[in-house]
């Protein structure tokens, strides 16, 4: 079975650009959450979506933004880039829309370069 | 607010010796308890978790790790490393009943077992 599927896997982007960067869950999952992880960092959550609806979100300007599409895909999108949203972007899905019963199954990621 | 303290960033070993990765989280509630596993090149998949009972969990490739409650700790163990073992570990908590997938993780441990 596939994985989580991630796109674009590297991209660089100037100052002040904007990106979205797109997730295909495992099928039959129905959860899909995005995660920011800065070199030397663990990861840290931006969003959780279960079923179309937002779920959760981390402590991120209103510059990153998400949607999660009926077949249950997902997009992140950052508005004008800083040099500080340089990171690797994971995307998680889960079958489950609550972690009491589930674990998060993680994609290789997007790495974002802002120059 | 909630965090995560991964006391070791590099840790070197010999092959068959033991490990002991500490984590320690800072929370007041219940919580659920997970180890993450990144090897070279791989994405981040999930070595084992805790989310009640038994204290001491076991997850794949040999590992364990107990929770101790008084401690607000959560070690992984390993009786005799392998080569095969060198990676990045994440221990990450995430709030009992908080209905989103939002994980707070450490830092990460680097572990590099010689051959």
């Known amino acids: 079975d596939a994985g989580v599927t991630q796109s674009p896997t590297h991209l660089i982007k100037t100052r002040g650009q904007q990106v979205t960067l797109r997730c295909s869950p495992i099928?039959?999952?129905?959860?899909v959450s995005w995660y920011q992880q800065v070199l030397g960092q663990g990861p840290q959550f931006i969003f959780q979506y279960y079923e179309k609806e937002e779920r959760g979100r981390g402590n991120f300007p209103d510059r990153f933004s998400a949607r999660q599409f009926p077949n249950y895909s997902s997009e992140l999108n950052v508005n004008a880039l800083l040099l500080g949203d340089s990171a690797l972007y994971l995307c998680a899905s889960s079958p489950t829309g609550t972690s009491n019963t589930g674990e998060l199954f993680f994609g290789e990621g997007s790495r974002l370069t802002v120059l | 607010a909630q965090s995560v303290s991964q006391h070791n960033h590099h840790v070197i070993l010999s092959e068959a010796a033991s490990l002991e990765l500490g984590c320690n989280y800072s929370?007041?509630?219940?919580?659920?308890l997970f180890w993450y596993v990144q090897y070279p090149g791989q994405h981040l998949q999930l070595l084992l978790k805790?989310?009640?009972?038994?204290?001491l969990v076991k997850g794949i490739k040999g590992f364990e790790a107990e929770f101790i409650k008084s401690k607000f700790s959560f070690n992984l163990r390993k009786p005799s490393v392998q080569w095969s073992d060198t990676a990045e570990y994440f221990c990450?908590?995430?709030?009992?009943?908080?209905?989103?997938?939002?994980?707070?993780f450490g830092t990460g441990t680097r572990l590099k077992v010689l051959a």
């Open positions: 990450a908590v995430n709030a009992h009943g908080s209905g989103t997938y939002k994980y707070i």
């Open positions: 099928s039959g999952h129905k959860s």
């Open positions: 929370y007041g509630g219940t919580v659920n």
């Open positions: 805790y989310f009640s009972g038994d204290p």
